[in-house]
């Protein structure tokens, strides 16, 4: 395993769309195993192929840190309800923004085995959800924001995904 350098709001891969993955491989197995550690290391709650320059439909996402969960083509199903609070990314470093999104989201995605499953997230794990599966489609939550971009160190609390 080793951990992927993450690319930065500006560089072009962030702004692609993302194909979707018909194998695993062993390069894939390998992707994901370095996603989930470059994701530790780097203590965000997400984390999408793209981020670490690779355009598939790859996202690892913990939300409290013993939950590892991955998501292969994943599909957002139904959401509900609103929530609005700070978001960061780690691939915007050291900033937050005010964004708004769904309180519950439904996604049906693959595992690594390519069998389907659904999840279901509601607060932070439906933000989080929402904001990984933008990343595959070229998009970052600054896109979204309601207000300035503000320091991340300056808020009491906060997570990047
Ligand atoms: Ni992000």
Do not use: W
Not at 28 to 34: K, N
Not at 70 to 84: A, Y
Not at 129 to 150: A, F, Q, R, S
Request: glycine share 8%.
């Amino acid at each position: 395993m080793a951990i992927r350098k993450i690319r930065e709001m500006g560089d072009p891969v962030l702004e692609k769309k993302c194909k979707e993955v018909k194998e695993i491989t062993p390069r894939t197995q390998e992707l994901i195993d370095d996603m989930f550690e470059t994701l530790y290391e780097a203590q965000g709650v997400g984390l999408a192929a793209p981020q670490v320059g690779i355009l598939k439909r790859i996202v690892v996402i913990d939300v409290t840190g013993e939950d590892p969960m991955l998501l292969i083509n994943p599909k957002i199903m139904e959401t509900s309800g609103e929530q609005t609070g700070y978001e960061g990314c780690l691939s915007v470093p050291g900033k937050s923004g005010m964004v708004t999104r769904p309180n519950y989201v439904k996604v049906l995605a693959y595992d690594e085995n390519l069998q389907p499953f659904e999840l279901e997230g509601t607060e932070l794990l439906a933000r989080a959800l929402c904001h990984e599966l933008e990343h595959l489609d070229g998009h970052l939550y600054v896109e979204k924001v309601d207000g300035p971009l503000v320091n991340t160190a300056d808020l009491a609390e906060s997570e990047e995904a």
